[in-house]
């Protein structure tokens, strides 16, 4: 594992070295040394093979996996990574083709071509892991390696947003002769092709990476080896940081500690990087419940909540109030919930109640994760227990899991609401729409509005200009509306704190929000 220690050996070493001798007698090892970057996240995988990980695991994945494309800071679509060049073939949106580039490698050294990808796509669909990332390949019929460098998508409907679907860490490139065909990987050794190479990993404690003398792709690595650090809470590491134990902190940052830093950075030689981001947070309702399934108890929470509440007093304004399922930024961005329920009212929410015949407090249990989302989840939902107790139409209980037992829980519908928060598998609103929907969706709670999926959701994707398709989102966001089945909250920023001895920190986020850690570097100032 990483020494931070060693690392500030090294750089005193140099800069004495230099003063006495000049830089040119400063040797390549040292150099390569004095490279290597520690970033703090409480982003932890839950497990090393794509084909069963749709959560956070994809940030590893990004750095030390390709995808045939993927978006490049500042990218509004995806760009060709392992690909050469991808495009649809068709006027329908119904086969799309890619062309590797040449002389790809795995990190073992087998060679990476259009078999590789066919066997990469088949598994994920064979094995289907109810973790996995099976469900974002609905549109897929057939994968074909028509020759060495060239792999074609064959899909059953027309579906432009494929390309966004593929630049998902989900659909990482691995090697046939390590991953099983129809069972997942075990172990904690990786076989990629991307700008790292995993050298040592410690599931929740740590993963070392080192920069692939292989790689062939459009990133310029600008590190020599990165460590990753999984922390527990953000003020341990935070801490981390000020000591100069760790260079870089992302995911995770509580919003005091955000706060903390913005005032301190300067004295404590901190930068503190601010960015839009696309994490969202929402209510669900569970149509198995006996309240929680009566539109008139939903409406009536929708009116009663106070998202700047939330926004303000729990996460100290480093987040913002949302009355879309789809956040601000993206083409189809709404203000539905705004339009519809305008501020909180206590006294329109008795009248929606009433009018369905409820006139006694309504009792409901909201659950929540403590240990996916951070810290301020527990005090948010004391927030939200707060208003609906506060306005006399409920009684509301809130409970906690962690992670590993909450989410069988909420597919298992055992909560009447539960609290989500969704990253993003690719910049889209397609992607905050359609997964939501359906009788098998994301959320395991089933949702049949055939309006959706069977009309606004196809129109969209025969549309290669996503900049075309707000009608459709909108549309699709006012019948999400009239059912209130999910309740937007609020819209993440992202914040990275780091060094002052750290550059690209600013361009170190794509448009998912997972860190490249290759655009990180060390400022040299001699």
């Known amino acids: 594992m990483f020494n931070r220690n060693r690392r500030l050996r090294v750089v005193a070493a140099v800069a004495s070295t230099s003063l006495l001798a000049g830089c040119g007698l400063v040797s390549s090892d040292s150099e390569e040394e004095e490279q290597e970057i520690v970033v703090g996240t409480m982003s932890a995988p839950t497990t090393l093979d794509p084909a069963a990980a749709w959560d956070g695991s994809w940030e590893l994945y990004r750095n030390i996996f390709q995808t045939l494309v993927a978006f490049p800071p500042g990218a509004t679509e995806p760009e060709p990574d392992a690909a050469e060049s991808c495009r649809f073939v068709d006027t329908r949106n119904k086969a799309y083709e890619c062309t590797l580039r040449e002389g790809l490698t795995f990190s073992d050294g087998a060679k990476l071509d259009a078999d590789a990808v066919k066997h990469s796509v088949d598994r994920i669909v064979a094995i289907n892991d109810k973790r996995g990332p099976a469900g974002l390949l609905g549109s897929l019929d057939r994968v074909e390696a028509k020759d060495e460098r060239t792999v074609t998508f064959y899909l059953n409907k027309p579906d432009a947003t494929f390309p966004f679907v593929l630049s998902a860490p989900a659909f990482s490139i691995v090697s046939p002769k390590g991953y099983p065909a129809d069972k997942l990987r ?28 292989a790689y062939k792709g459009p990133a310029k690595v600008g590190n020599n080896a990165v460590s990753i ?25 509580a919003a005091e500690d955000v706060v903390a830093l913005n005032g301190e950075n300067r004295k404590a030689g901190i930068q503190l990087v601010e960015a839009a981001g696309t994490e969202i947070r929402y209510l669900v309702f569970n149509p198995k419940d006996p309240w929680a399934k009566n539109p008139a108890v939903r409406k009536a929470v929708a009116q009663t909540v106070d998202r700047g509440a939330i926004a303000h007093k729990v996460y100290r304004d480093t987040v913002e109030p949302l009355y879309s399922m789809v956040p601000r930024g993206l083409t189809g961005h709404a203000t539905s919930y705004f339009d519809r329920f305008g501020k909180p009212d206590e006294n329109k929410a008795a009248q929606i109640l009433s009018e369905a015949g409820i006139n006694e407090p309504v009792p409901l249990t909201l659950w929540y994760t403590t240990d996916r989302y951070g810290s301020a989840t527990e005090k948010e939902f004391q927030e939200l227990k707060r208003q609906l107790d506060g306005s006399g139409l409920f009684d509301v209980t809130i409970k906690g899991r962690p992670w590993k037992t909450f989410e069988p829980g909420y597919r298992k519908g055992e909560y009447p609401v539960f609290g989500r928060g969704w990253f993003p598998d690719f910049p889209d609103a397609d992607n905050f729409i359609a997964p939501f929907v359906g009788e098998n969706n994301a959320l395991s709670t089933p949702y049949v509005a055939k309006e959706i999926t069977d009309d606004l959701l196809p129109q969209s994707r025969r549309e290669r200009d996503r900049g075309a398709v707000a009608a459709q989102f909108e549309k699709a966001q006012s019948i999400m509306l009239e059912d209130t089945r999910l309740l937007p909250l609020w819209q993440g920023k992202q914040y990275i704190a780091a060094s002052e001895e750290i550059a690209g920190a600013e361009r170190a986020l794509d448009p998912s929000a997972i860190m490249m850690m290759w655009e990180l570097s060390r400022k040299q100032s001699w």
């Not at 650090?229 to 940052?253: C, P, W």
Request: glycine fraction near 12%.
């Open 229 to 253: 650090q999984y922390f527990k809470d953000s003020g341990t590491m935070v801490e981390a940081l000020k000591k100069e134990e760790i260079d870089v902190t992302f995911r995770g940052l």
């Open 186 to 213: 075990e172990g904690d050794e990786v076989i990629g092709s991307g700008p790292y190479t995993l050298e040592d990993y410690k599931p929740e404690g740590h993963a070392d990476l080192a920069k692939n003398a």
